[in-house]
């Protein structure tokens, strides 16, 4: 089976959540799943139910428990590359048949990463590998080379109106 290169983008909600529920269709059908989550830490609802499938799904964070907003730190950023340098040894490798770079978008936006790197990610892929990208703000190019874009698109949400996020729907 070929493997193809899916970018989940765009500011609406739910590029996590489609990547994620790939990764349980994968699951059903006896795939090996790999989830590289970046400037993520902490033990969100989604983590605990993946830990249910331990021979199936492996989840490491890259992330140092705090949102990144305006310029990374340079232990933001160290902790990123190591990221990306896993996610690279777990992609060639080829032993998992998905492997989700989530918010490698985000990644890439603050610098982190480079559009350069991505690309060279998406080259080393071996055929049969899935790969996903998730993450507001992917570039031209990186949609460019991409098989498949979805754009989310945010027409409302409840979160204008002051909603906070609710454990089990949103984290």
Do not use: C, W
């Amino acid at each position: 089976m070929e493997g193809y290169i899916q970018i989940y983008t765009g500011n609406g909600k739910g590029k996590t959540t489609s990547a994620l529920g790939l990764a349980i269709r994968a699951v059903g059908a006896g795939k090996k799943v790999f989830i590289g989550q970046f400037l993520k830490s902490g033990k969100y609802s989604e983590m605990k139910a993946l830990a249910r499938f331990p021979d199936q799904i492996t989840v490491e964070q890259f992330g140092l428990g705090k949102f990144v907003r305006g310029k990374p730190s340079e232990d933001d950023k160290k902790a990123g590359i190591n990221g990306y340098k896993k996610i690279f040894e777990i992609l060639t490798q080829g032993a998992h048949d998905l492997v989700i770079m989530d918010e490698g978008n985000v990644a890439l936006y603050f610098g982190i990463i480079t559009e350069q790197s991505l690309l060279d990610l998406f080259n080393a892929k071996p055929a049969h590998v899935e790969l996903v990208v998730t993450g507001r703000g992917a570039t031209p190019a990186i949609m460019e080379r991409a098989d498949l874009v979805v754009e989310m698109k945010e027409i409302k949400h409840y979160y204008q109106q002051g909603v906070k996020a609710r454990i089990g729907i949103e984290k």
